[in-house]
């Protein structure tokens, strides 16, 4: 069974940071690419990271590198998402995401539809 249970969200600050974390049953980091995606009110669920199963390496989404980092915590079953110098527009429900067969790609860190399992979400609100 694959459980994903996202924690660390709530409201922040714009230009401040927050780290969200991805609680992953055991067995499953090894062998399964972990997705953080988010949705905005209004929009469209939209990927902005993975850690691929092939080489534990994590990638970001064009539109959110630099800011956002993504990394994970083999020995405590974990996966995190640091995002730094917050912005109105990162509103959203945040969402992490397993899948056995996605591989995660540099060019491509996977939508909705590339991912099997998800936890339940945690909003993030940046206002001041």
């Known amino acids: 069974q694959v459980r994903l249970v996202e924690s660390g969200g709530g409201l922040v600050q714009p230009g401040g940071s927050l780290t969200l974390s991805c609680d992953i049953s055991d067995g499953i980091l090894e062998y399964y690419t972990i997705g953080w995606l988010r949705q905005a009110p209004g929009k469209e669920r939209e990927g902005v990271a993975c850690?691929?199963?092939?080489?534990?390496?994590?990638r970001h989404a064009d539109s959110v590198k630099g800011r956002f980092t993504a990394s994970k915590d083999a020995h405590e079953n974990k996966v995190y998402l640091k995002i730094d110098s917050l912005q109105a527009e990162d509103t959203a429900v945040y969402y992490c995401?397993?899948?056995?067969?996605?591989?995660?790609?540099?060019?491509?860190?996977?939508?909705?539809?590339?991912?099997?399992?998800w936890g339940q979400g945690i909003q993030v609100t940046v206002s001041s």
């Open positions: 850690i691929s199963r092939n080489d534990g390496r994590a």
């Open positions: 995401a397993a899948d056995l067969y996605f591989p995660c790609y540099a060019a491509y860190v996977g939508g909705p539809k590339e991912y099997t399992y």
